[in-house]
């Protein structure tokens, strides 16, 4: 049992006597937060490593393939190529090589290509941030929306009318939905251009595509919450204050039920990464998803591999934001034993 | 009262033939209610739980659950007809006249805002004020709720300040609309006994000076004596008497007033003795001079622990703590939270480790016992929590909570098991037929009954009871007390007995020590005690006991 555990069943039954040794500060909980999101780096470099190291298919040929299918490589340029990249060594050894070079940001080449690998995953990043950051924000704007509009309102049938999307919404797969857009605005009423990447007019659809099912989950959640966040006896004494109703559920129960809601924000990152794989290729967008989908299909390893390192870290440091905003957003909770106090 | 009408103001609350229904009910919660609160009196609505007492209170300020509907009646706050008003009108009566403080201070304060927050926003919700007015009057509201520092407590957070505090801050906001009349439902459940005294007179203070109004809503008919000029009481949805605080202390009418009133601890100031119904076996009752059964010689306890701030502290939760109580007598242990009286319990009842001193139960010394060597005391101690509704495995059958003990010591085949089953619900005054139900189908006193069972079903001679009574309804706590009385006389038990009421303690104790801060700072004979305290805190214990103001006017 740990000292904390100890002083919470201890309970209020108890004197306090403070010895004033060792205050654990804000920079001492960051540098362990950080530390732990080097590990997970570490964890998931070593993971794809192993994954490929292990996976029955082979650089070289791939390389040599190249241009002209079908046609057999040489083995003396095989062999050259192979001591070139290094596969001849023994697999410690391309593993220390490959871990050296991460940590100078050198994620080496493109097989297909030829380019650097940070160079191609940089080049793809601008319109996979423009869509994912969009449909984030449309995501949040309908989640809250909905379950907001759904725990406010004071008529039954508007209320389950507006509950019934979100378990819709999570459960349609994304290309589906994709589909479905394309051919009702661009094919039959021609609102929009079916593919591309040219300003708004081609985001409009990507975005709602991808923003769905994030925004299904942010009010299934949400919408729960405010729920049992509007029985507590808090917003009853904010009622009996004679509160107008908006400020109620504005002020009071919002900020509330907001907490769990900002555990799915990390969540979805990780599925709008997912995401933009099936939209952009859907849609015919560049970007990091259409990267991975050519690059895997291509069985394209250090591009792969680069993607993998690149989404960990946008995981890691989402999650450390999120961790690092519910205290404000709850004074209950402190960063020092990051859990909620007993009330 | 009807002829005085014309000339006098119109009363501060008036309630007539209410009838509220909770949907899928087959009938009325509160069932053709009517009241009437003069401006300026304090009248005390008293019933047990499920009474209709609570819906009652809510009805009036239209803070209904939802599934409840006022089917039939009026309510009129001074001359305003609440049932019939818009939403936004009624925002002006929410605050503006009715002030309302809640049952459970702990929770009914926003978490996530300063408290200084939520009583600025009450004060602007019905004054046109600037933002630093209005805080300017908060401040003032938390000094006159007896806050010291007002500026600074303003600042704090509702987890930052004891559930005392709270209140005073549910009090405060409920003052902040200058309201008529006051509505204060269960003020003081789940405090301290002489917290209870001190939000309650702080609340007689704040009423007396600006001539409010109050329906003060409450189980104990010792506090509504205590604080109130006329009460009413309700029973299964009806008010079944109403009158004068005295005129009906003295001579209540109704069968359950005066079940209420043999009920209230504060009111019943002696030991209670076994009930004469039930036949004596043959086990003598205790000669006084008997040996120790259970020493505590000089237990301390202390716990290394981070504060949530992150520093290192020592807390010292039980200090030297001495006392021994004779075979088959009640000791009681009477402490506010944080005394250290749970963690004494604790240490006697096994679950907790003493860090020095001696614990002797019978002929065997229980501090040094470790791991295997604490089974065989197992049987001779067991113990009881304060919440029967945590304390049972909601998916066990009553059959199963109570023959546990008895398959663990492998007493008796399942058959004998089954028939000691029966005969111990009977002994603590179960129905047979509770034996197949599961504890969310049995109210909280069958609750405790059945807790009780599973403790004697092994016939341990000492019981802990930690709180037994603290969650139950007056009038359940009498019959839960008179219960444990009787089982005692049957059985010759030893009780340790933990409260923070001497009201209680007085009725079931034949010593008492009185504890603070981990130490125990008095201790004697019960009836010692009470007549001479000591100590300072002995004495404001005992101040904390309601006592009626025998017919004493506004």
């Given amino acids: 049992m740990t000292a904390i555990e100890t002083a919470l069943l201890a309970g209020p039954d108890e004197t306090v006597e403070v010895s004033p040794r060792g205050r654990r500060t804000l920079t001492r909980y960051l540098l362990g937060r950080i530390g732990q999101g080097v590990f997970v780096l570490w964890a998931a470099f070593t993971l794809t490593f192993a994954l490929l190291y292990l996976l029955p298919s082979d650089p070289v040929s791939i390389m040599l393939n190249i241009g002209d299918s079908g046609s057999f490589a040489d083995p003396e340029q095989a062999a ?120 708004l007019s081609t985001l409009v659809l990507p975005m709602v595509t991808l923003a769905i099912p994030t925004a299904a989950a942010i009010a299934q959640v949400l919408a729960r919450s405010l729920f049992s966040v509007s029985r507590q006896p808090y917003v009853q004494t904010a009622h009996a204050k004679g509160l107008p109703r908006t400020r109620v559920y504005g002020h009071h129960v919002l900020r509330n039920a907001a907490l769990p809601v900002l555990t799915v924000l990390g969540t979805s990152v990780g599925g709008l990464l997912a995401g933009s794989v099936v939209t952009e290729t859907v849609f015919s967008r560049p970007g990091l998803g259409r990267l991975t989908q050519t690059s895997v299909g291509a069985q394209d390893i250090p591009v792969v591999q680069g993607i993998v390192l690149f989404s960990a870290v946008v995981f890691v440091v989402v999650n450390l934001v999120v961790d690092l905003l519910y205290p404000v957003l709850d004074p209950r909770i402190s960063v020092h034993d990051g859990s909620r106090r007993s009330v | 009262m009807t002829g005085t009408l014309e000339a006098a103001p119109p009363p501060a609350l008036q309630v007539s033939g209410l009838h509220v229904r909770y949907r899928g009910a087959d009938r009325d919660a509160v069932r053709g209610v009517d009241l009437t609160v003069r401006p300026g009196e304090t009248v005390a609505l008293v019933g047990e739980s499920g009474s209709g007492k609570t819906t009652l209170a809510h009805a009036v300020i239209r803070l209904l659950p939802a599934g409840a509907q006022i089917t039939a009646g009026a309510v009129s706050v001074a001359d305003d007809p609440v049932l019939t008003l818009s939403e936004r009108r009624m925002r002006h009566i929410r605050g503006g006249r009715i002030g309302l403080v809640p049952q459970d201070p702990t929770v009914s304060l926003n978490p996530v805002h300063q408290i200084g927050r939520q009583l600025v926003e009450a004060v602007r919700a019905h004054r046109a004020v600037d933002a630093a007015t209005a805080r300017g009057i908060a401040l003032e509201l938390l000094a006159q709720v007896g806050f010291d520092h007002p500026e600074v407590r303003a600042r704090q957070y509702p987890h930052q300040l004891s559930g005392g505090m709270r209140q005073r801050v549910l009090i405060g906001i409920a003052f902040a609309g200058r309201p008529d009349l006051l509505l204060a439902d269960e003020p003081t459940s789940g405090l301290d006994v002489t917290v209870q005294k001190a939000v309650l007179d702080q609340i007689d203070t704040l009423v007396h000076e600006r001539g409010t109004a109050v329906l003060l809503v409450t189980h104990d008919l010792g506090v509504a004596a205590e604080r109130a000029q006329r009460i009413v009481v309700m029973y299964d949805g009806q008010v079944v008497e109403q009158g004068d605080a005295a005129e009906l202390l003295s001579d209540p009418q109704h069968p359950y007033t005066r079940r209420l009133l043999a009920a209230a601890p504060s009111l019943r100031p002696a030991r209670l003795s ?129 023959a546990e003990p008895l398959r663990a010591w492998r007493i008796g085949t399942r058959a004998e098991r089954t028939r ?48 037994p009574v603290s969650a139950l309804d007056v009038s359940v706590q009498a019959q839960v007390l008179q219960l444990l009385v009787d089982l005692q006389a049957e059985l010759g038990t030893t009780y340790l007995f933990i409260s923070h009421d001497l009201a209680v303690v007085r009725q079931i104790s034949d010593a008492v020590g009185v504890m603070r801060a981990g130490r125990l700072v008095e201790a004697g004979p019960t009836a010692a005690v009470l007549r001479e305290p000591q100590h300072a805190y002995t004495r404001a214990l005992i101040d904390a006991i309601p006592r009626p103001t025998t017919g004493a006017p506004a």
């Fill in chain 2, 420 to 467: 000691q089953v029966v005969e111990l619900l009977d002994r603590v005054g179960l129905p047979a037929s509770v034996i197949d139900r599961r504890p969310v189908e049995l109210s909280g006193g069958q609750r405790q009954r059945v807790a009780i069972a599973r403790a004697l079903s092994i016939r341990p001679p000492l019981l802990v009871l930690d709180e």
């Fill in chain 1, 80 to 199: 050259a190529l192979r001591a070139e990249y290094g596969f001849d060594r023994p697999v410690i050894v391309q593993y220390w090589q490959q871990l050296t070079g991460v940590l100078q940001l050198d994620l080496g080449e493109s097989i297909r290509t030829g380019r650097a690998v940070t160079a191609e995953v940089l080049a793809a990043l601008p319109p996979t941030l423009v869509l994912a950051g969009s449909a984030l924000l449309l995501a949040v704007i309908l989640g809250v929306g909905v379950a907001f509009l759904a725990a406010y309102t004071q008529r039954d049938g508007l209320r389950r009318a507006l509950l019934m999307f979100p378990p819709l919404g999570v459960s349609l797969p994304t290309f589906w939905i994709g589909l479905m857009l394309l051919q009702i605005f661009s094919f039959e009423l021609g609102w929009v251009p079916a593919v591309g990447n040219a300003g």
């Fill in chain 2, 274 to 402: 076994p009930s004469t119904t039930r036949p004596r076996p043959d086990t003598p009752a205790p000669a006084p001079a008997a040996p120790p059964f259970l020493l505590v010689d000089r237990v301390s306890r202390s716990f290394p622990a981070t504060l949530p701030d992150g520093r290192r502290s020592i807390l010292h939760a039980v200090r030297d703590v001495s006392f021994t109580v004779p075979a088959g007598s009640t000791f009681a242990l009477v402490g506010e939270s944080g005394s250290g009286k749970t963690t004494t319990a604790r240490i006697v009842a096994m679950h907790e480790r003493a860090s020095s001193g001696l614990v002797r139960v019978g002929d065997t010394p229980i501090t040094g016992l470790t791991g295997g060597g604490k089974r065989p005391v197992r049987r001779v101690v067991q113990m009881i929590h304060q919440n029967p509704f945590s304390s049972l495995d909601p998916r066990w059958t009553v059959q199963r909570i109570v």
